[in-house]
């Protein structure tokens, strides 16, 4: 079966109108009021990549992205500033997260920090579809901050 990997870019425009407070990120027990502040349009949101080993990832990828989506904080730096950072990550079979490190940090630390609590309170996703064959899936998360992934990604 051949190895293809699969780039989803998942931008989340978030709604104008508001504006980012500044407030922590929302903890996996924290009510709605605590949910992700929006940021002007130019925001975009995780591009996710794997080697999905021929297993269809499709349905997987749509509620990661939203488990994903719902942690992640837009802090108040992205009003003003852009950048990117990269982090990388395991999912085990069992859903459970480990090995989460910044692969490529962005000049501002808080974009750096808010992407790895993104996938931090995350902690444990669905697991992984059962056609996989190894224990665990190795990703690259791309968090965009008033930027846009390169054409061609």
Known sequence: MPRRLLVLTAFLLLATGACATGRPAASPTSGPAALPQAVPPTAAGPEISLDTKG?????????????????WFVPRAALQRAGHVVVTFRVLRDG???ALAVK???????FNH???????DVAKTAPLPAAYPAEYAEFT?????RELPPPGS
Do not use: K, M, N
């Not at 490529?104 to 808080?110: F, G, L, T």
């Open 96 to 98: 459970r997260i480990d």
């Open 104 to 110: 490529e940090a962005s000049d501002v630390d808080e």
């Open 55 to 71: 297993v269809d990832f499709s349905p997987w990828i749509r509620g990661f992205t939203e488990q994903v989506r719902r942690h």
């Open 141 to 145: 998360v791309t968090f965009y901050y």
């Open 114 to 120: 808010y992407a790895l609590r993104a996938i931090a």
